[in-house]
């Protein structure tokens, strides 16, 4: 019960707030890699990991199965639920990809500020260890398993201090990068070569427009960034 209370108290008592100068530093090294081809590369997959996860809990909420998650070394993913093929659930779901990942930054965001960076570490952690059982291929597990462990690596070697300014790097990261998948997607989409997005597919539930499907994506995913920068650094 020592060792329990113990992990407790470590992952829910608040941290001091990180200085403005390393909150500006983890910003422009997450920019460094969301604007570095070389770096944007690799650093895509936890956006797709994010992305999928998104869906997923999405899915679920809406009482539909998850019946598997697939990550691809393309940085695409799928994930394949069963239910209704059609309803709000379903628009959700699709929905949740190109939106997912700026609203976990945007949550990240507001425990950084509340001082849980700990916390949203280990939040984290539990995050990857339920997508892990839906995975079902060789990459995507390779994938969630090394983010997991550099994550683990993080809480298990890094102070406080050091924990919290990964964590605020990784909102960052996730803020700035939502926006530009949306605009990769529509670039994407102008070449028709993602004829089965996620907007593509909204438009058949819907009727609506699969661009205003993208411009939807991108609001959401520019005011996440506009208001967790704003709590970051207000």
Same mark, same amino acid.
């Given at each position: 019960?020592?060792?329990?209370?113990?992990?407790?108290? %470590?992952?829910?008592?608040? *941290?001091?707030?990180?200085?403005?100068?390393?909150?500006?530093?983890?910003?422009?090294?997450?920019?460094?890699?969301?604007?570095?081809?070389?770096?944007?590369? !690799?650093? +895509?997959?936890?956006?797709?990991?994010?992305?999928?996860?998104?869906?997923? *809990?999405?899915?679920?909420?809406?009482? @539909?199965?998850?019946?598997?998650? +697939? *990550?691809?070394? #393309?940085?695409?993913?799928?994930?394949?639920?069963?239910? %209704? !093929?059609?309803?709000?659930?379903?628009?959700?779901?699709?929905?949740?990809? $190109?939106?997912?990942?700026?609203?976990?930054?945007?949550?990240?965001?507001?425990?950084?500020?509340?001082?849980?960076?700990?916390?949203?570490?280990?939040?984290?952690?539990?995050?990857?260890?339920?997508?892990?059982?839906?995975? %079902?291929?060789? $990459?995507?597990?390779?994938?969630?398993?090394?983010?997991?462990?550099?994550?683990?690596?993080?809480?298990?070697?890094?102070?406080?201090?050091?924990?919290?300014?990964?964590?605020?790097?990784?909102?960052?990261?996730?803020?700035?990068?939502?926006?530009?998948?949306?605009?990769?997607?529509? @670039?994407?989409? @102008?070449? +028709?070569?993602?004829?089965?997005? #996620?907007?593509?597919?909204?438009?058949?539930?819907? %009727?609506?427009?699969?661009?205003?499907?993208?411009?939807?994506?991108?609001?959401?995913?520019?005011?996440?960034?506009?208001?967790?920068?704003?709590?970051?650094?207000?």
């Amino acid at each position: 019960m020592d060792v329990v209370e113990e992990f407790w108290a %470590r992952v829910t008592t608040p *941290l001091p707030q990180l200085p403005t100068t390393v909150l500006v530093g983890a910003l422009l090294a997450a920019a460094v890699v969301v604007l570095s081809p070389a770096l944007w590369r !690799p650093a +895509r997959t936890v956006v797709t990991i994010a992305h999928e996860g998104a869906h997923g *809990l999405v899915a679920l909420a809406a009482g @539909r199965r998850l019946a598997g998650i +697939r *990550l691809h070394s #393309d940085t695409s993913g799928l994930t394949v639920s069963a239910g %209704r !093929p059609t309803g709000f659930g379903m628009v959700l779901t699709c929905a949740a990809g $190109y939106t997912g990942p700026a609203l976990f930054g945007l949550g990240a965001a507001a425990l950084l500020a509340a001082g849980h960076a700990v916390g949203l570490l280990w939040a984290l952690l539990g995050l990857l260890a339920a997508l892990l059982v839906q995975i %079902r291929n060789w $990459y995507g597990l390779w994938a969630v398993l090394v983010t997991g462990a550099v994550v683990l690596a993080v809480t298990g070697w890094l102070p406080p201090a050091g924990q919290a300014a990964f964590a605020a790097a990784g909102t960052w990261f996730l803020l700035l990068a939502a926006p530009k998948t949306v605009l990769e997607l529509q @670039r994407a989409r @102008r070449r +028709r070569a993602a004829p089965h997005s #996620d907007a593509d597919q909204l438009a058949g539930l819907t %009727r609506l427009p699969a661009v205003l499907w993208v411009g939807v994506f991108l609001l959401v995913d520019v005011g996440a960034l506009l208001l967790g920068g704003w709590w970051l650094l207000g």
